[in-house]
């Protein structure tokens, strides 16, 4: 018997009727879960247009308004795990060292890493994280460029495993928290290259490690580092590991970095740094328990408040051979004065600086000490005869500003100078410094830094003293 024939006796016509409206939803369900299930491996399917009758339109626009958001929400996924794929690819592809910097080279090394200080050598066990068959030799030291200062500089090599082609060596100290390997050599002895090569570029290398870093020092200086250890333990939680020192032993760590990174001549570029000049300046605050935030804010016609001048005054050269003229002329205008050596004892240099509102002194590394003013603060830079003009610029007058310090310059005339009474006024010493040293470090220094000294024309100098109390208004 025919199927329709069977179907006609058993239902009536309006009942055939719904169950073939019944069984083309049942259809079209069975056929929307099929897509639902198959959707992830097929990708995104456009918008389903099938439509039911009029009665049947709201329960197919729901369905459609659905598949539009799974298709949404799994392109956004899919978006997502590319994204990271490429970033890991992207760091995969990155070498471990950047020595494209002009000042300092340095490497970060994330994984099993291990050092050994009778080799002067990083090793790198093998990770996806390390895909270049490269090694690197570097001087961690920011000074890159200036062979005076870097050629004492241990070298140290960071080695793959992949190109050592040998096992590499078996941990004997294991560390929990990441290493920085710096040296103290070069010019770390003179106050300014200490700050500007060492102390603020290990503050942008180690300051976001909160304190769980380890610092391995390479060129012992045990004096340097007890001259700066405020800095140091405010730094790192931990002991200095004397790396040089410590033989045969491998030290492990989950990341060490080489080298430290260096911006420009003592201050910190914003763009390339969470942090500041200003945020080194308040850690140097905070390191040294120093109580003077701001420098005073002086009133019209007020007497009774003194700003206090400090006088930056120098033994061997470049020294002020009338400090108790300079010190009544400043007096008269209402200031109090402080002169000071400033030696290397920091905790009295530190406080002593903090406390006064304007410094003073001939071009030298005891300005560096102006990262211990107040903000606000004055910085009077008194330029011997010789061109210091770039020096001076590049040294203090252009860090001065970002650290909000105001900044004035006083250039010394020959009679000021103490090399009048070695050379006439017409001698290209006084005439010409350029044609004289001939771009001869070794000849300017000792002739312009080391051999001469300064004795100030008060009543010249007076408006400068003038200006630096106008600032402070």
Partial sequence: MMYDTILSRSFSRSDQKKLGYGAIFCCLLILFSIFTALKPHLGPLPDLTLRLAAGDGRKMLLIEEKSASQAEV??????????????????????????????????????????????????????EMVTRNESWTVRPYARKGDETAMSPIRKWSILPSAVARQPIPVCTEHHSVPGVIFSTGGYAGNNFHAFTDIIIPLFLTSRHFGGEVKFLVTNRNPGWVRKYHAILENLSKYEIIYIDNAGENIHCFPRVIVGLKHHKEMTIDPSRSPYSISDFRAFLRSAYSLKKENAIKLQDGELKRRPRLLIVSRKWSRSFTNIAEITSAAETLGYEVVASELDSNMSRTTEIVNSCDVMMGVHGAGLTNLVFLPENAVLIQILPIGRFDWHAKVCFGDPAKPMNIKYLEYNIREKESSLIQEFPLDHVVFKDPVAFHKHNWNLFKSRYLDKQNVQLDVNRFRQTLAKALELLR
């Fill in 74 to 127: 799994i392109t956004g996924i899919d978006s997502a795990i590319n994204s990271t794929v490429q970033k890991n690819l992207t760091r995969k592809m990155e070498p471990l060292c950047n020595v494209m910097e002009p000042k300092s080279d340095y490497c970060s090394i994330t994984g099993d890493v291990r050092v050994q200080g009778s080799s002067s050598t990083v090793f790198v066990a093998p990770s």
